[in-house]
């Protein structure tokens, strides 16, 4: 899983960070029970996971995706695989609004968004920078059905 985080850190579209964090760093920041990870003939081909927006209790049910997929496995359906298993899980498990946060420069990941569901909510203009240059950010929301 970190060898496909290092992929999109240096491929520069898939993420704001600029090191690799640590197992320990992603543990804490995703939630226990929403974590996948898709293998391709027994390779790690890529992973998805959920993270809480806020630590208050009334957005309990709310919660940012991430989904990463190797480079050698991008357009063979894994990220579709695994955006479908972490909404079917999110929907059973009572989130209620799936969000994620794509750097506008990332136009496949904002189209599988846009495939299992997602809409385009806007645009954060210069949200962050990466190495001295200000990217902006498309946020995607997913809203389970009622």
Known sequence: MLRI??????????????????????????????????????????????????????????????VYTAREFRGAGVGTALMRRLIDEADFSGIWTLQASVLAVNTGSIALHHAVGYRTVGVRERLAQIDGVWHDSVLLERRRDT
């Open 5 to 66: 985080h290092s992929e999109g850190i240096a491929g520069g579209l898939a993420t704001f960070d600029t090191e690799t964090p640590t197992r320990s760093d992603l543990d804490a920041r995703w939630l226990d029970g929403h974590r996948w990870v898709a293998e391709v003939e027994g390779k790690v081909a890529g992973w998805a996971a959920l993270s809480p927006v806020s630590s208050r209790r009334c957005f309990r049910g709310v919660a940012e995706n991430s």
